[in-house]
């Protein structure tokens, strides 16, 4: 060996590593980020209704029925306040997975921005890895997919 070969070798087994170990972490994330939501859902019988139907008919398939999410507030480091938090049906379809949410007569919901983020953008991020939020509307069987996307920039 001449003078430096060590130097050189040493560093093609540090890149190596270095490669090897971004290599597995990648993999890692593709794996965990590929898989469905995951915590409140597990699969579940859900009875047929008038907007499950709907919902097939339009090619989603539903994973679970209605879920309650207590939420706890807690006001000035000391006084507690509770609220909870309803779940229609949660839905897939092509991997993709989807939080239901009714119409509802006593709460329209109108489409401009900010009324669609008022009534449906904490649904995306209660659950993690939702692809969206589905609004239907079941008189007139009318099904919105709205996906929210955020810049987080300037922060």
């Known amino acids: ?13 540090a890149a190596l590593a270095a490669w090897l170990i971004l290599y597995i972490r990648r993999k890692m994330q593709e794996t965990v980020e590929a898989g469905g939501p995951i915590g409140l859902i597990q699969e ?15 090619g989603y398939r539903t994973v679970c029925g209605k879920k309650r999410i207590p939420i706890d507030i807690q006001v000035n480091g000391f006084e507690e306040l509770q609220s909870r938090l309803f779940l229609d049906y ?3 379809k092509d991997e993709q997975y989807y939080v239901v949410k009714l119409a509802k007569e006593r709460k329209p919901m109108e489409m401009t921005g900010s009324s669609v983020r008022e009534h449906l953008l904490i ?13 239907v509307q079941l008189a007139a069987r009318q099904i919105d997919v709205f996906e929210f996307r955020t810049e987080l920039t300037d922060l």
Do not use: H, S
């Open 44 to 58: 579940e019988e859900v009875p047929e209704d008038e907007a499950t139907i709907l919902l097939e008919e339009r």
């Open 90 to 92: 949660i839905v897939e």
């Open 1 to 13: 060996m001449q003078n430096g070969d060590g130097v050189v070798i040493f560093l093609l087994i």
């Open 123 to 135: 649904y995306q991020y209660i659950v993690p890895r939702m692809n969206g939020v589905i609004y």
